[in-house]
């Protein structure tokens, strides 16, 4: 697995949640008849897309996402971007977090599936990082914090060979294969299926550098063409168009990365209530403890750790309270399944002392893996908290 997937990963997950939020701050800013002003003014917007940005792209905090390492889980990932989404005074509650990175998940998704090249991941990560300058562009300080991220981005990823991002591009994929939530916008424009899969189109222009399929040459010892034949496609393809640009500013060409929910599309928060999209919840004892670790080390999360003087706002990312609190039960349920269950099994001294032995050896090998996985994450969320 490639070693420089997850600044990629972050920044683009971080792209996709201020999309979201911003468009669901902007839905909460007026009243449902458009009479009055609603909870959330524009100043409390822009000063919450300006603290979560100060914060996803200080310096410390990229310094150290930009190490090499190994790609986060999801779980771990997901609390990564739960302490940056809190960075505010905004508040989410776990159900709206849950859809919140459902969203995020399937929109980078697709977008990884229909770049037409490994290397044009770089573009549409270009094209996350344009919006969000985009969105502080009236505070100085912030666009400065994002153009240095940039530059490092162009200074680490300029230089990777094409077998290198070829390998980036599996790594995601192999991240993304268990997740198929279902989301209405995707859904009305038929681009995924009622299963949760995304349907693949075969036309459009290709990658660039790349010809258009339908011509099978026929070459001599020599290397002179001696014959061509042409066969169908199955598709309508196009030449490419022309090459982006990987410089700091200037036109990406591409699309993919680009704010989606711009115009009125509320469906777009709509997402499936389909057991596949909780893969990771499976009980896993290291799993619970590196969460453990994480919740330590993000004291925000904790009720009297939190600012006196600010009381937070609340954002609801579904259309209705009713439904907020039946996702919330929902959860709920699925935990109440994982119940611990005690067995006694001391009544034989010898068999005691063999599963006692064995329960040794057992915990010797996790606690080696406990070490090992619960750092993942220790140094950014511990940055979180200096921030």
């Known amino acids: 697995m490639s070693v420089r997937t997850l600044p990629l990963v972050f920044i683009n997950l971080g792209g996709e949640m201020l999309y979201i939020l911003d468009?669901?701050?902007?839905?909460?800013?007026?009243?449902?008849?458009?009479?009055?002003?609603?909870v959330w003014s524009d100043n409390d917007r822009k000063r919450v897309m300006t603290d979560i940005i100060?914060?996803?792209?200080?310096?410390?905090?990229?310094?150290?996402?930009?190490k090499p390492q190994q790609l986060y889980s999801h779980r771990t990932l997901r609390t990564v971007l739960t302490r940056l989404a809190h960075a505010s005074i905004m508040r989410l509650n776990p159900a709206s977090m849950d859809k919140l990175y459902e969203l995020m998940i399937m929109a980078f998704k697709y977008q990884v599936f229909l770049c037409p090249r490994p290397k044009d991941l770089l573009l549409i990560t270009y094209n996350h990082?344009?919006?969000?300058?985009?969105?502080?562009?009236?505070?100085?300080?912030?666009?400065?914090?994002?153009?240095?991220?940039?530059?490092?981005?162009?200074?680490?990823y300029s230089s990777l060979p094409e077998g290198e991002f070829q390998l980036l591009r599996q790594t995601l994929l192999i991240f993304f294969q268990d997740m198929h939530v279902r989301v209405s916008l995707?859904?009305?424009?038929?681009?995924?299926?009622?299963?949760?899969?995304?349907?693949?189109?075969?036309?459009?222009?290709?990658?660039?550098?790349?010809?258009v399929p339908g011509l099978i040459r026929t070459f001599d010892r020599k290397g002179r063409e001696v014959r061509r034949r042409e066969f169908p496609t199955g598709g309508?393809?196009?030449s490419s168009v022309r090459q982006g640009c990987?410089?700091?500013?200037?036109?990406?060409?591409?699309?993919?990365?680009m704010n989606m929910y711009g115009g009125n599309h509320q469906e777009v928060t709509h997402t499936s209530q389909t057991p596949s999209v909780k893969t990771n919840d499976t009980p896993n004892l290291l799993a619970k403890e590196e969460l453990n670790l994480l919740a330590r080390l993000m004291g925000s999360m904790n009720a009297e750790n939190a600012?006196?003087?600010?009381?937070?706002?609340?954002?609801?990312?579904?259309?209705?309270?009713?439904?907020e609190d039946e996702a919330g039960a929902s959860d709920g349920?699925?935990?109440?399944?994982?119940?611990?269950?005690?067995?006694?099994?001391?009544?034989?001294?010898?068999?005691?002392?063999?599963?006692?032995?064995?329960?040794?050896?057992?915990?010797?090998?996790?606690?080696?893996?406990?070490?090992?996985?619960?750092?993942?994450?220790?140094?950014?969320?511990?940055?979180?908290?200096?921030?």
């Open 23 to 38: 468009q669901r701050l902007q839905a909460l800013n007026t009243s449902e008849d458009n009479s009055e002003k609603g």
């Open 54 to 66: 100060g914060t996803m792209f200080s310096k410390d905090f990229m310094d150290e996402l930009l």
């Open 129 to 156: 990082i344009d919006a969000i300058r985009e969105f502080v562009k009236d505070t100085p300080v912030v666009v400065n914090q994002v153009d240095e991220t940039h530059r490092k981005i162009i200074e680490v």
């Open 186 to 211: 995707f859904l009305k424009n038929q681009v995924q299926n009622p299963n949760g899969r995304f349907a693949m189109s075969t036309s459009g222009p290709v990658p660039h550098g790349i010809e």
């Open 236 to 238: 309508s393809y196009t």
């Open 246 to 257: 990987f410089e700091l500013h200037g036109d990406r060409v591409m699309r993919l990365g």
């Open 307 to 323: 600012p006196k003087t600010e009381t937070g706002f609340r954002i609801n990312l579904f259309t209705t309270d009713r439904e």
């Open 333 to 387: 349920a699925e935990q109440s399944l994982f119940g611990v269950i005690n067995i006694q099994a001391m009544q034989d001294e010898q068999a005691a002392s063999q599963l006692a032995q064995i329960a040794g050896q057992f915990a010797d090998s996790e606690e080696q893996t406990e070490n090992l996985s619960s750092s993942k994450g220790d140094d950014l969320l511990a940055m979180m908290d200096d921030l």
